[in-house]
Structure formats: structure tokens, C-alpha cells
């Protein structure tokens, strides 16, 4: 057997009961006749001693239920017993729903009047004379002539009324039938509305926790529409139950678009339709906060008749969703779609469009059951979706982390052993410095000596000067290496540079200080790298001839702010414009620079050191080589 359809006939038989009778009743056991007319009174102007007078105005009430929108008429229904003989004398007329304002029922008397019994939530629950959440009024059947009773009703809410003749005994069976199913339909809802807390705090998600705002705001206002917040809390406070049922019925009406217009994202798929849903919403909280006032009757019709569109809106949205692959919008489309047809005839029906005498509450439990059911479904798939999303995330991140650690290992291992070899290199390094030293003094005279001792000498520098780069470039590169910034004295360290180079300061190499011997917070070791790769690649691409200016000056609001600009110009070829930035790329070097000793490191190195202080360096236009390193004085 289909479980689904067997889940569908339970949720009907189930519903079935909450509601009791449902549509047009038929004749109860014990009656000859039930015959319900009804009789409009615009302007509540008639009483009931008028109506003797116009019984050919009573028209039949179709299918047993009034159902005139929100309206400040009142109806009368001319209700017409007779009963069996043998029957029982005492009979029960239970009128729903128990939010309608006042009901007055005249029952005939023995002197051709009239008695009344005035019930509604108007008045205090604690003055009915049965213990019942629904308005329950008593027909005496003396004998087995008909006897015609009036039922007056005027209510502010929206006007349906749904009358019910049985014995004592067959309403006792309805009443516990229909407890029992409310019971269950209240007990699922509070279990939905604990579910959703819990998932809104163990997943810190906000809207669960608004779902179960708008869970706890529909229970409020069925507990309300079925009269039990009367009977149970406010049976001496009539108009407190009388104003929530409007304002938690149209809040829910109101968060209920809120949620689901984002969780669809209708202004994703809808932009031009997603203003209808939020005016909707915001009518529905208006409407919501009407009913503490007396215009609620007035502004209700509005709220009831944009539930329709904004619905439509909404389902289209989580259709097309759905079709996109977004997790839950299938479950949503289908809560929507099963609850569309009730819905829209419940607010066609509370305006008084439709008037047949179908019950509008049984389609309200029923669509109302399978809506919260797929939303519950679909925001749980969203929410376990999210939930592996984000696992796979933090999987990811702990696989990168992994990695980072694993290349930081590698790359501490690299540091060290260029470390050791920069070390075990230095010595022998230092040994063939010293032993060329020496070769001078002996053979100072002998020019074909001297020039291999020069050609020794060139060797060993360019390997020092290979190992300091490379260090120089792991160091640059290590994250956690960060620059150690103090106080450098600008004139000392360019004479350094300039010594390393034998270029005395005065003779190739001209300096220009415009900064009075200002001092900068730098790393010294980091700032001669990348001033020493400028005054290289000058001495490297001019006529050894050539002069090679090095000007350092005040910045100013054109280079990015107060600080230091060192300025290295050489005669040689410059370079092009197209290459200005490809330079500073690693391992770059020109086709026509091939001749040129080098590895490509130098102006890559120097733009990192420079970025790593927070400057810049850059190619300024003119003849020859032109670069200029900027470094910021707050750094």
C-alpha cells in the first residue's frame, strides 16, 4: 500500500474531526425537519419583532454556512425545528467559530414572545452557560410542532457562520472527537516550534528562530480562533482574545512573506514582482497592528485579498529556485502549492466572493498541515545543506592548513640550508679574497697576474652577492620573517652601499641630500639590499665612466605622503616603457640584456622590500635609467 496515500486519508479523517460537521449537514437522527434561511439586516436596523414581516425575504442557506466577508451588517438566520415523536426534548445549537463579536438566539416562549440568550466573544467567557470554547445555545423541542427559533449575528472579523443542531449526547462525541484531533494538530505544531529553537541555537541560525516566531504566532492565533484562549486564560477579559486574533493572525500573514520571500530569493528570480510581496507584508503588519484599534474592520479586506498574489509571487519564485538546484525550495514550492487553492479560497470566502457552503476552516487545517510540514522539510534540507557546506569548507581550510604547514616546513628546511651553504660558502669565499690580497703584494707588477687576480676577485663578489640575494629573497618571502624597522641613518648606509661597490661618494657615484641628514624607521639590512640592486643594475647597464646620481629627498602628497623618495639615475640605455612594470616581474630579464651578468632577482627583490615597508618603487620617465623608491615616514 502507498504510504503517501495513506498519510493523506489519515491527515483528512483527522482534520475531518477537528473541524466536526463540515459543509451541508443532514438531517440529524431524531429530526423531521432542519430547515436555515437567512436574512441580511444592512445596518443592523431590524429587531426581531420585524421579522414576522419579511419571512418571504429569508432566502435557504446554502450548504448550511454564512459566509459574507467583513461586513458591519448583521444577518439573521431563521432556523425551523420539529422533531420526531420519542425524540428528546433537549437539543444543542453550537455556532462556529467562536471569534464572531455577538450572537443573540430568540427562542419562543409559551406567551408568543421571545427569550433571548446573548453569547460572543464580545462578552465575558465565564457568563455562558456551558463550559464550551464554542458559542452553545440550547433548543427546547417541547413537543413535535415546529418551532422557530432566530439566530441574530453581527461581528467586526470577518462574518462566517457555520450552525450545528445535535442531541446533548451526539455533541458530547463531537466535542471530545474534535479535542482530541486539536490536541494532536496543537501538540505538532508545538513540537515544530522546539525543533526549530533547537536548530536555531545549535546552528546559530536567526531564521529558525524566526520560523519558530512565525510557528508560535499560527498556534496563537488557531488556539484563538478556536476559542480557547477565552475558555482557558481570559474568561473575564473578552476583548483581549477578541483583538489577538486579528493581530496574530495578520502578523503571521505578515513574517510569514518576510521569511519565505528571502528563503526563495524572489528578488533574485522576480525583481519586478519582489515590490508586491514586500507591500503585501507590510499591509499584513499594518493590518496586524489595526486590530488594537477599531479600524481593523475596515483595513482587513486589504490584508486578505494581497495573501493571494504575494502567495502566487512566492511560489513561482521557489518553482524556479527548485529548478536551479537550491537546496529546499522544492519542499517549499510544494508546501506552497498545496496550500494556494484553500488559501485563496479562504480569502476570496472571508471578503464574501464565494458564498457557498463549503467550510473554509477544514481547507485551512488541511493546507495549513502539508504548508508547515514541506517548509519544516525544505528549511531542515537548506539548513543540512548549509551544514555540509560548510563541513566541506572547514574541510578544505584544514587540508590548506595542512598544506601551509607542510610548506612552511619545507620552507624552513630551504632556509636553513641556504643558511649553511651561505655560511660554508662565505669561508672559502673568504680564503680566495684573502689569498688575491696576498697575490697583489707579490705580484703587483705583473699585468696578466692582476687582471687574473681581478677576474678571481669579480668571481667571488658575484658569488657572495648570489648568496646574499637568495637570502635575501627567502627572507622576503618567509610571512613570518616581518621587517625589523629602527632607525637608519640615509647618508651612512648609501656610503656603505657605495664602499661594497668601490663607488666612492664625489667620484662615479654623486649624491644629493635634500633631507639634512633625516633618519627613517627601515630594516638597514633589507633597505641595502634593494638600494645596492639599483646602484648595481645602474653600474651594470652605463659606461663605466658615467656618473650615477643618487638623490634622496622629502616626499611629498604627490608620491603618497610625508616621507623619504631616493631617486638612482644612470646614462645607460633606460627602459622601455612597455617593460616598466615586466622588470620588477621575478626572474625577468630583457633579450637584450641576456649579455648583462644576473639572475633576474634584483628589481623583484627590491619592489618586495619596498612593499614590505609600505612604499612603492616605479621607472620615472627621462633618458636613461630612472627609479625612484618612495618610503613612507609613519611606516
Given at each position: 500500500m502507498n504510504p503517501g496515500r495513506v498519510l493523506r486519508w489519515l491527515i483528512w479523517f483527522?482534520?475531518?474531526?477537528?473541524?466536526?460537521?463540515?459543509?451541508?449537514?443532514?438531517?440529524?437522527?431524531?429530526?423531521?425537519?432542519?430547515?436555515?434561511?437567512?436574512?441580511?439586516?444592512?445596518?443592523?436596523?431590524?429587531?426581531?419583532?420585524?421579522?414576522?414581516?419579511?419571512?418571504?425575504?429569508?432566502?435557504?442557506?446554502?450548504?448550511?454556512?454564512?459566509?459574507?466577508?467583513?461586513?458591519?451588517?448583521?444577518?439573521?438566520?431563521?432556523?425551523?425545528?420539529?422533531r420526531r415523536a420519542g425524540a428528546p426534548q433537549d437539543w444543542r445549537l453550537e455556532v462556529r467559530p467562536a471569534f464572531l463579536d455577538d450572537l443573540r438566539l430568540y427562542a419562543p416562549t409559551?406567551?408568543?414572545?421571545?427569550?433571548?440568550?446573548?453569547?460572543?466573544?464580545?462578552?465575558?467567557?465565564?457568563?455562558?452557560?456551558?463550559?464550551?470554547?464554542?458559542?452553545?445555545?440550547?433548543?427546547?423541542?417541547?413537543?413535535?410542532?415546529?418551532?422557530?427559533?432566530?439566530?441574530?449575528?453581527?461581528?467586526?472579523?470577518?462574518?462566517m457562520v457555520m450552525p450545528s443542531v445535535t442531541t446533548p449526547e451526539v455533541f458530547r462525541q463531537r466535542a471530545q472527537f474534535s479535542l482530541i484531533g486539536l490536541s494532536l494538530f496543537f501538540g505538532v505544531m508545538i513540537a515544530m516550534?522546539?525543533?526549530?529553537?533547537?536548530?536555531?541555537?545549535?546552528?546559530?541560525?536567526?531564521?529558525?528562530?524566526?520560523?519558530?516566531?512565525?510557528?508560535?504566532?499560527?498556534?496563537?492565533?488557531?488556539?484563538?480562533?478556536?476559542?480557547?484562549?477565552?475558555?482557558?486564560?481570559?474568561?473575564?477579559?473578552?476583548?483581549?482574545?477578541?483583538?489577538?486574533?486579528?493581530?496574530?493572525?495578520?502578523?503571521?500573514?505578515?513574517?510569514?512573506?518576510?521569511l519565505f520571500r528571502q528563503f526563495v530569493r524572489v528578488r533574485h528570480y522576480l525583481p519586478r514582482l519582489d515590490l508586491i510581496v514586500v507591500f503585501a507584508a507590510a499591509c499584513e503588519f499594518t493590518v496586524s497592528l489595526s486590530a488594537l484599534t477599531d479600524y481593523f474592520s475596515l483595513l482587513a479586506p486589504f490584508g486578505q485579498l494581497l495573501i493571494l498574489p504575494a502567495t502566487l509571487i512566492t511560489l513561482v519564485a521557489a518553482i524556479m529556485a527548485a529548478r536551479?538546484?537550491?537546496?529546499?525550495?522544492?519542499?517549499?514550492?510544494?508546501?506552497?502549492f498545496a496550500h494556494i487553492v484553500f488559501i485563496g479560497y479562504s480569502a476570496l470566502s472571508h471578503v464574501g466572493v464565494f458564498a457557498t457552503g463549503v467550510d473554509p476552516y477544514l481547507g485551512l487545517y488541511v493546507s495549513v498541515t502539508a504548508q508547515l510540514l514541506f517548509f519544516q522539510v525544505g528549511i531542515v534540507a537548506r539548513a543540512h545543506q548549509a551544514e555540509r557546506t560548510h563541513m566541506a569548507l572547514l574541510e578544505r581550510a584544514q587540508t590548506a592548513q595542512e598544506h601551509a604547514e607542510k610548506e612552511q616546513q619545507l620552507r624552513e628546511t630551504q632556509s636553513q640550508f641556504l643558511n649553511m651553504v651561505a655560511h660554508e660558502v662565505r669561508t672559502p669565499l673568504a680564503v680566495i679574497t684573502a689569498a688575491t690580497n696576498s697575490l697583489r703584494l707579490f705580484d703587483a707588477n705583473l699585468p696578466q697576474v692582476t687582471e687574473r687576480i681581478d677576474r678571481i676577485e669579480r668571481s667571488a663578489q658575484r658569488m657572495g652577492k648570489l648568496f646574499e640575494l637568495c637570502l635575501a629573497a627567502e627572507r622576503i618571502n618567509d610571512p613570518q620573517d616581518k621587517p625589523q624597522l629602527q632607525p637608519v641613518s640615509l647618508l651612512s648606509l648609501i656610503a656603505e652601499i657605495a664602499a661594497e661597490h668601490g663607488l666612492e661618494p664625489g667620484t662615479r657615484l654623486q649624491i644629493e641630500d635634500h633631507t639634512r641628514g633625516q633618519e627613517i624607521?627601515?630594516?638597514?639590512?633589507?633597505?641595502?639590499?634593494?638600494?645596492?640592486?639599483?646602484?648595481?643594475?645602474?653600474?651594470?647597464?652605463?659606461?663605466?665612466?658615467?656618473?650615477?646620481?643618487?638623490?634622496?629627498?622629502?616626499?611629498?602628497?604627490?608620491?603618497?605622503?610625508?616621507?623619504?623618495?631616493?631617486?638612482?639615475?644612470?646614462?645607460?640605455?633606460?627602459v622601455p616603457v612597455e617593460m616598466r612594470e615586466r622588470i620588477f616581474e621575478k626572474y625577468f630579464r630583457a633579450e637584450e640584456r641576456k649579455g648583462v651578468p644576473g639572475l633576474g632577482l634584483g628589481l623583484y627583490l627590491t619592489r618586495r622590500i619596498v612593499a614590505s615597508h609600505g612604499g612603492h618603487v616605479r621607472v620615472l620617465d627621462g633618458t636613461g635609467g630612472r627609479f625612484r623608491i618612495y618610503l613612507p615616514a609613519d611606516k
Open positions: 483527522w482534520l475531518a474531526g477537528i473541524m466536526g460537521t463540515v459543509g451541508a449537514q443532514g438531517l440529524p437522527e431524531g429530526l423531521a425537519e432542519l430547515r436555515i434561511d437567512v436574512l441580511r439586516d444592512p445596518g443592523a436596523q431590524l429587531a426581531v419583532g420585524d421579522l414576522a414581516a419579511l419571512g418571504e425575504r429569508f432566502a435557504p442557506l446554502p450548504g448550511g454556512v454564512l459566509n459574507a466577508g467583513f461586513t458591519r451588517d448583521a444577518f439573521w438566520l431563521r432556523i425551523s425545528v420539529q409559551a406567551d408568543q414572545s421571545y427569550r433571548v440568550d446573548r453569547q460572543g466573544d464580545w462578552l465575558p467567557y465565564s457568563t455562558r452557560p456551558f463550559r464550551y470554547r464554542n458559542p452553545l445555545f440550547t433548543l427546547d423541542l417541547p413537543d413535535e410542532s415546529r418551532q422557530q427559533f432566530y439566530l441574530r449575528v453581527a461581528s467586526t472579523s470577518s462574518l516550534i522546539g525543533v526549530n529553537l533547537l536548530y536555531a541555537i545549535a546552528l546559530r541560525d536567526l531564521f529558525f528562530g524566526a520560523y519558530g516566531v512565525f510557528l508560535t504566532l499560527e498556534l496563537l492565533g488557531f488556539v484563538n480562533v478556536e476559542g480557547m484562549l477565552a475558555q482557558f486564560f481570559f474568561q473575564d477579559s473578552p476583548t483581549i482574545p477578541d483583538r489577538l486574533v486579528g493581530l496574530t493572525t495578520y502578523a503571521s500573514f505578515g513574517l510569514g512573506m518576510v536551479t538546484g537550491e537546496s529546499g525550495a522544492g519542499f517549499v514550492a510544494a508546501g506552497y624607521k627601515a630594516d638597514p639590512r633589507l633597505l641595502k639590499v634593494a638600494l645596492s640592486n639599483l646602484i648595481e643594475n645602474a653600474a651594470k647597464y652605463s659606461l663605466p665612466d658615467d656618473p650615477i646620481e643618487m638623490r634622496v629627498d622629502l616626499a611629498g602628497a604627490d608620491e603618497g605622503g610625508p616621507g623619504i623618495v631616493f631617486d638612482v639615475i644612470d646614462r645607460g640605455p633606460g
